[in-house]
């Protein structure tokens, strides 16, 4: 170890953003946007709003999170039980095509498909037409505005659109500069389902219910799902009439358009409640709102806002420019590195996840997160839980969102109940389990085709965010109360799910590894098999966390030990041929070398059993990676953002950077929200994660400060990310290297800390650890204490 620094230690370096950092975290755009992909979002977890900038006739798009068709209902396929054995027994034989086709009759749901999510209404705002200029919109991510300005004659016209979670509504401000200059038609239209009534002078409101046509694969057609969207116009100066469906404001000088909307769904049921009355909920959540001006409902949102976004700062040394977000996005698609974009999309994907996924919200954001112009969205717009939905949760944690979090642990809680009729009806198994996409009814069943949907441990993997609440806040009532019965069900499911293999393992079957398929003798692909890689994966983690959780509740003694000897029976995680990791229980072909979904390398990311300490599976991960990307792998937006996370783990950040130029090249839409294609929410959350990942890393039992930092970024700092074990960490780099770092314990606890750099701890002027030979350094931290590390020498 080198000398000790000879100065006082410093303060930790204060919250918050700096008015400079602040005018960076802006989208801003010199045009309206013409496509749905280039408007700018806003949201409160439960409302999502479009804002498109137009001049003569803006289009706001809206979402209420709970609009979908469909409706609860058992869709698990009563022959599956039946005849599980007869599959299992012709997948054991190799006889895999005759165990599909039996699969298909037997297995699949009924019917087949969930539905779609689906948009809730446009509001459109039509103002007499002119030429402007000094057109401006965008999106400030600290105050969770969007904005639209341009000059029409000597007059300047002003919009503003944020949804509130505090108000619980989204607020649409208009104003022009001169009074008495603002005259606009309001109008609120929805392509099918639904009417729109005037009520008093200044209101429109929208009502309908969801009629849905008989599908093949989704079933019946039906009457669904009521709905209700209501608008209120306060004018300042001017007048409000009403002339059939439309609202017409004359020489006002401002307007407020207070916007909401409501369902018949019931979370707590999973299903449509006759008992609900959205028009009724509508008028209330408005009742207050409509009482409370402009000024204070803007600043009631900015502080609950602000008070979120700002807890974390990454600050990679980029400079203040006026470079539009489109003009920068397409230099960096043409070979440029930016890092003020990166900063940019990284607090873009926590703007996301706050703007889909929190109260007033109860439900986790979707594949599209909460937005949303279709009533037919690609892939209905649902939860997929073969990495999707997972995905999406992967900043929540270490971002400092974690109350993101709790509407999908909620989802997660109440698709037990299903899950278990799932378990039971298909499987002869206790537990909960479902397989590889659901909606908000909780249909569990095999979906889509056996090709796609044979996949029993989606409720398995589901875990996972909810243990990760526990790991980083340590919460014990939330562990008993809430996780360990998710866990301990999932487990459950698992124990009585797997079967002797001819090699003698205990083995899941059927399954598939998402959603890939390898090569038979005589060349055809088949997905349908036991014991793939990623199942093995699965199960490693969810056990070790259930018997972890048991262990620290001090209850299930036997089961512990059950999970704990079942995990000796395991197949275990082995290296293939070529030297990658094996996908399948045998070294299969695979059909697709650049497939989309590399689920055999969950144990490297999310999981936490791929690490250094495992130095062969370590190895063969890069070796997979490599030979995906050198088939053309990374195609998708998600995909490109899971490699992200992948080479972060690999500690090599000029991998994780280039993936990350890949990802703004290849899979980024001009408002940078994700492209598959088309857009899917997924890509800007893994992304997102891959950059803090980047920074720092807590899954491997200690704090990996800076573990995969490119030459991109030479000097930065990062403030207020999240580790597990309770902890809040600020980290400075210059030179390519740690020069000092801040933790702070939530909870007090023991903390090991890695860094490339030699540090010494101080915990006010006293040095409380230092370096061991291990380059790691271990100490017993305080509850509500800061330590600073420094650089020895």
């Not at 020069?739 to 903390?751: R, Y």
Request: net charge negative; proline share 6%.
């Amino acid at each position: 170890m080198g000398c000790l620094p000879p100065t006082v230690p410093e303060a930790a370096p204060s919250s918050g953003w700096t008015e400079a950092y602040a005018e960076r975290m802006k989208l801003w755009y010199a045009e309206p946007a013409d496509q749905w992909e280039e408007a700018l979002p806003v949201g409160n977890g439960r409302m999502g709003a479009m804002v498109f900038g137009r001049v003569g006739d803006e289009r706001i798009q809206l979402n209420e999170e709970s609009v979908w068709a469909g409706r609860r209902m058992d869709d698990n396929n009563p022959g599956a039980l039946a005849h599980l054995e007869e599959i299992r027994q012709l997948i054991f034989d190799g006889k895999n095509t005759e165990a599909f086709a039996l699969a298909t009759e037997h297995l699949l749901a009924t019917p087949q498909s969930v539905r779609s999510y689906q948009t809730l209404m446009d509001v459109h705002v039509q103002s007499p037409l002119g030429e402007p200029s000094h057109y401006e919109r965008g999106l400030d991510l600290g105050q969770g505005i969007a904005y639209v300005q341009y000059q029409i004659g000597e007059v300047t016209y002003s919009r503003e659109v944020f949804a509130s979670a505090v108000d619980d509504a989204i607020v649409v401000r208009l104003e022009a500069s001169t009074p008495g200059m603002l005259s606009t038609a309001i109008a609120l239209r929805r392509e099918k389902d639904s009417t729109v009534e005037m009520v008093g002078t200044n209101t429109l409101l929208l009502t309908g219910q969801i009629h849905y046509p008989e599908q093949q694969g989704r079933g019946p057609g039906g009457i669904g799902m009521r709905f209700a969207g209501r608008l209120q116009a306060v004018a300042e100066g001017g007048t409000i009439a009403a002339h059939g469906d439309t609202l017409h404001v004359e020489a006002a000088d401002a307007v407020t358009l207070l916007i909401t909307g409501a369902t018949d769904y019931n979370r707590a049921l999973l299903d449509l409640d006759p008992s609900q009355d959205p028009e009724a909920e509508t008028q209330v959540l408005l009742h207050e709102v409509a009482t409370t001006d402009y000024a204070t409902l803007r600043a009631r949102h900015i502080a609950d806002h602000a008070s979120r976004m700002e807890r974390v700062t990454l600050d990679l040394g980029a400079t203040n420019d006026t470079l539009a977000t489109d003009a920068r996005l397409e230099q960096v698609q043409t070979g440029s590195v930016d890092a003020q974009l990166t900063e940019l999309y990284f607090q873009y994907g926590r703007y996301l996840l706050l703007g889909s996924s929190r109260a007033p919200g109860v439900l986790p954001a979707n594949l599209q997160g909460i937005w949303n112009e279709h009533l037919a969205a690609p892939w209905e717009s649902d939860y997929h839980v073969n990495i999707n939905l997972q995905m999406n949760y992967w900043p929540a944690e270490v971002t400092n969102l974690a109350e993101t979090a709790e509407p999908l642990i909620g989802l997660v809680d109440a698709w037990r109940d299903p899950g278990q009729a799932t378990a039971n009806a298909m499987y002869g198994a206790g537990g909960w389990a479902m397989h590889h996409n659901t909606d908000i009814f909780g249909r569990t069943g095999l979906h889509d085709g056996i090709n796609w949907g044979t996949f029993p441990l989606g409720g398995a993997w589901m875990t996972f965010p909810v243990w990760r609440h526990y790991a980083y806040s340590r919460d014990a009532d939330y562990l008993r109360d809430t996780a360990y019965p998710i866990l301990k069900g999932a487990a459950q499911f698992i124990i009585d799910f797997l079967v002797e293999s001819p090699e003698g393992y205990l083995v899941t079957t059927p399954s598939y590894s998402p959603e890939n398929a390898f090569l038979l003798p005589d060349g055809s692909a088949m997905q349908l098999t036991y014991a793939p890689t990623m199942d093995v994966q699965i199960i490693l983690e969810l056990f070790q966390n259930t018997i972890h959780a048991a262990e620290v509740l001090g209850v299930d003694a036997a089961f512990r030990d059950s999970l704990a000897m079942t995990l000796t029976r395991l197949p275990p995680v082995r290296v293939g041929a070529n030297a990658t990791i094996m996908e399948w229980i045998q070294d299969f072909e695979e059909a697709e070398p650049g497939h989309r979904h590399i689920s055999h390398l969950l144990g490297l990311h999310p999981g936490t059993t791929i690490t250094p300490e495992t130095p062969d599976l370590y190895a063969a991960a890069r070796t997979t990676i490599d030979r995906r990307l050198a088939h053309g792998g990374g195609h998708t937006g998600w995909s490109r953002a899971w490699i992200i996370n992948f080479f972060a783990r690999l500690h090599d950040g000029e991998q994780a950077h280039a993936n990350l130029q890949a990802l703004y090249q290849h899979s980024t839409h001009p408002n940078l929200f994700d492209d598959h294609p088309p857009f899917q929410i997924d890509g800007n959350f893994g992304a997102t994660a891959g950059v803090a990942e980047m920074l720092l890393q807590s899954h491997a039992g200690y704090l990996d400060l800076l573990p995969a930092l490119p030459v991109a970024w030479p000097k930065g700092k990062v403030q207020g990310l999240r580790a597990e074990g309770g902890f809040e960490v600020d980290i400075m780099w210059e030179d390519q290297a740690l020069s000092e770092a801040w933790l702070t314990s939530t909870i007090g606890g023991p903390v090991q800390v890695q860094s490339a750099e030699p540090l010494v701890v101080y915990a006010g002027n006293d040095v409380v650890a230092v370096e061991d030979a291990a380059g790691r350094i271990s100490w017993e931290t305080q509850p509500g204490s800061t330590y600073h590390l420094r650089r020895a020498n």
